[in-house]
């Protein structure tokens, strides 16, 4: 059984740690590793070698640094299919939802290779009287990324090339639920011949959360995960003086006007809601029909929900896995009697569903409420599985209201084939991702990723450029030569 | 660079034929370790020498002459594993002098971090073999 070990200053290093985890495969419910929950000491060993890392890295020319990216590209696609299968192993997506993943990572690292676009600076002669001002971009020193557990490929890639490219240097995280992808992905680092020390890896729990937080040589971390995760990693970092970038959870309302063209949109709306078994924050979690859309929207969503093939995601043809774990099932389960004691109509009950000879997976199929309210606890709070709250609103503005109330912001859609409508739409829905027609409105490697409300504590968002400024300093030298 | 390469080369061939010949397990898995190593460090050793030509130069690097580490060793009459084993610590002896020899007298900053690397990874052998009794 394999037990994952800490990548420090370029050496894969048995964790001394005296508790460990269990790493499950949810498709099957059984256990197929152990993670060490790391020390505060390990922490540091992997913070003080990044440290003394740093200098020759930020020193080492741009081009030279992209270069290094290029060849794990190389590495990252000849490996592609084994990522992808280790992936649906401990985490249960689907293999082409894994496929997907993978994919959006490594256009992380293609992005992150344009570094000697990203990083330069400007200037301008004659502020005043023979005198010249620059502003140049340079790395600031360590950072640390804390993941979670539903992208275990692609999360910490949001982070960690862009911070490296620039010439920090990085301790990352992995969510202890699903330690094995980024292992994998860490061969190929090492592989790569990084120098020493400028990538680290420690895993673990709580424990290793608070060494990097409180950590005084590191200067700043990303984070994703729950919102009160976000909020008090947002909170601690602020005290000690980090920068942060905590993107927290979702409640993602999508709304279905009466133009809407059910016909095109129905793949992607129950992609939206069902795909990665609703473990995603940019998943749909409330489905709202707006005015007379109600009937026909409901009749064959749920056809469409019904049909769904849930099962071991390694297996073909299968449309949706199981849960990240037991717990977290019976988390689901649990929101399923609530929404049934606070009164909403269980029109598809996805409690007790059979995923072809695997009794002890983490399954539970599609779930459909009608008659939610919008103040019911399904219909407010995340809950991370594949339970859709079909909720009514007359017209476009009470479903903007409805997105407005929402304590989170982080996606919202919109079907519909008017371009008033969505244009409308576009401009007062309070969430920062938004589809229009279409279903996960996931923003690729050069747009920024993150939202807002209660599902973002930061100033500057995960991706491309927006990281540049998270991962750079802006000097300004201003001169006087007479 | 292309010495560089040659010497790796060598102990990859010497490696190579002792693979087969190893009964103890943890030899075996080590020489294979060090196969592995050899060859994401030829790897290593050709992309930086694609990535740095354009500043390379032709003249011999002052202080470094191939006669230093020239050793020669044959694997196919030594059937002791002991033996065989002291040949490993020999050819990752020269490698470890090599590499780090050639780090501080390279001009060239990415070369000469790569051969740091490599001479680093060579250290941590050479204490495992010298870690072993029956050498």
């Known amino acids: ?313 390694l297996e073909e043809g299968i449309q949706m896995g199981p849960l990240i774990s037991e717990q977290h099932k019976r988390r689901v389960l649990q929101y399923i009697e609530t929404g049934i004691e606070q009164g909403a109509q269980l029109i598809l009950d996805g409690r007790n569903v059979q995923a072809g000879g695997y009794p002890k997976g983490f399954y539970v199929g599609p779930t459909v409420f009608d008659q939610a309210a919008p103040e019911m606890k399904i219909a407010k709070e995340e809950i991370f599985g594949p339970v859709v709250s079909l909720v009514r609103a007359r017209n476009l503005d009470e479903g903007l209201r409805l997105i407005e109330k929402s304590e989170h912001g982080n996606a919202a859609c919109i079907y519909t084939t008017s371009g008033k409508t969505a244009r409308e739409f576009k401009y007062r829905a309070r969430a920062s991702m938004l589809g229009i027609n279409i279903g996960v409105a996931a923003p690729m490697a050069f747009f920024p990723f993150g939202g807002m409300k209660g599902s973002f504590f930061g100033d500057v968002k995960a991706h491309g450029r927006e990281n540049v400024q998270f991962y750079t300093d802006t000097k300004v030298v201003i001169q006087r030569w007479i | 660079m292309a010495f560089a390469a040659e010497v790796v080369k060598q102990s990859q061939g010497f490696y190579q034929d002792s693979v087969p010949q190893f009964t103890d397990p943890r030899a075996k898995e080590f020489a294979v370790t060090l196969l592995r190593d050899g060859r994401k460090h030829l790897a290593w050793l050709e992309q930086a020498r694609r990535e740095n030509v354009t500043e390379m130069i032709l003249e011999p690097i002052a202080g470094l002459e191939r006669d230093r580490y020239q050793i020669t060793v044959d694997g196919s009459e030594l059937v002791d594993e002991a033996k065989r084993l002291t040949c490993f610590l020999l050819l990752e002896e020269r490698e470890e002098r090599f590499f780090r020899d050639a780090s501080s007298k390279i001009p060239l900053p990415e070369v000469s971090k790569l051969f740091r690397k490599i001479a680093g990874k060579k250290e941590s052998n050479l204490k495992w073999l010298r870690s072993l009794e029956w050498i």
């Open chain 1, 1 to 313: 059984m394999q037990r994952v070990r800490n990548y420090i200053n370029g050496e894969w290093v048995d964790s001394e740690a005296s508790e460990c985890g269990d790493i499950w495969c949810p498709a099957t419910g059984d256990k197929i590793g152990e993670v060490p929950f790391s020390t505060a000491a390990e922490v540091d060993r992997a913070v003080r070698a990044a440290r003394a890392a740093f200098g020759e890295w930020r020193s080492t020319p741009p081009l030279t640094r992209a270069r290094y990216f290029f060849r794990l590209k190389d590495l990252l696609e000849r490996e592609f299919e084994d990522i992808a299968k280790i992936l649906v192993m401990e985490e249960g997506k689907t293999l082409d939802e894994a496929r997907g993943e993978v994919r959006r990572m490594i256009e992380n690292v293609e992005h992150a290779t344009a570094v000697t676009t990203w990083m330069t600076g400007y200037n301008l002669e004659d502020i005043s009287q023979g005198i010249d001002c620059t502003a140049e971009r340079q790395p600031i020193g360590v950072f640390g990324a804390i993941a979670p557990f539903n992208f275990p490929a692609m999360v910490p890639w949001w982070f960690l090339p862009y911070a490296v490219v620039c010439g920090n240097t990085f301790v990352l995280k992995p969510s202890e639920q699903v330690p094995m992808t980024q292992t994998r992905v860490f061969e190929l680092i090492d592989e790569c011949g990084f120098p020493e020390g400028v990538i680290n890896m420690v895993q673990g729990a709580k424990d290793v959360v608070n060494a990097m937080l409180y950590h005084p040589d590191i200067h700043g971390i990303s984070f994703v995960g729950q919102s009160t995760t976000a909020r008090y990693i947002y909170r601690i970092c602020g005290d000690q003086g980090k920068r942060v970038q905590a993107l927290g959870g979702a409640k993602n309302l999508v709304l279905v006007t009466p133009d809407a063209d059910l016909d095109a949109g129905m793949p992607s709306m129950i992609t939206s809601f069902f795909g990665c078994a609703g473990e995603r924050c940019l998943s749909g979690s409330v489905l709202v029909a707006v005015g007379d859309v109600y009937a026909e929207l409901k009749e064959r969503f749920v056809a469409a929900a019904r049909a769904l093939k849930v099962g071991n995601g």
